[in-house]
Nanobody, 118 residues
Framework: QVQLVESGGGLVQAGGSLRLSCAASGSIVSINTMGWYRQAPGTQRELVAVITSGGSTNYADSVKGRFTISRDNAKNTVYLQMNSLKPEDTAVYYC????????????WGQGTQVTVSS
C-alpha cells in the first residue's frame, strides 16, 4: 500500500509565499517522476510542475519564475515553493508520483487547498 500525504496549503495574500510538501510512504521500491497538479472550481486538473528522479524539472508557463519544485529522494518527498502568489493560483493542489511497488503506477495525494486573496 502506498500513500501520498500533502501539507502546507492555506490562505495567503497576493504576493505572498507558501511551501507545499508531499511525502510518499509504503512498500516503495522506487519513485520515478513526481509532480504537482492543480484544479480550480469548474476547470480541469492541470500540470503545475514535475521533477524526474534525476532532478530535471518542467513548469507550466503560468508559474515559471515564481514556483520551484524540488525533491528529497532519501525522504521520498517532493516540495513546491510558491512565491509571488496571485489570486489565479487559487486551487486544490494535488501531488502525483509514479511509484514502483511491483510495477510502476501513478499515485495521487488527497489534495491541499491554496487560496490567494487579492
Amino acid at each position: 500500500q502506498v500513500q501520498l500525504v500533502e501539507s502546507g496549503g492555506g490562505l495567503v495574500q497576493a504576493g505572498g509565499s507558501l511551501r507545499l510538501s508531499c511525502a510518499a510512504s509504503g512498500s516503495i521500491v522506487s519513485i520515478n517522476t513526481m509532480g504537482w497538479y492543480r484544479q480550480a472550481p469548474g476547470t480541469q486538473r492541470e500540470l503545475v510542475a514535475v521533477i524526474t528522479s534525476g532532478g530535471s524539472t518542467n513548469y507550466a508557463d503560468s508559474v515559471k519564475g515564481r514556483f520551484t519544485i524540488s525533491r528529497d529522494n532519501a525522504k521520498n518527498t517532493v516540495y513546491l515553493q510558491m512565491n509571488s502568489l496571485k489570486p489565479e493560483d487559487t486551487a486544490v493542489y494535488y501531488c502525483n508520483a509514479r511509484i514502483t511497488v511491483i510495477r510502476e503506477y501513478p499515485y495521487w495525494g488527497q489534495g491541499t487547498q491554496v487560496t490567494v486573496s487579492s
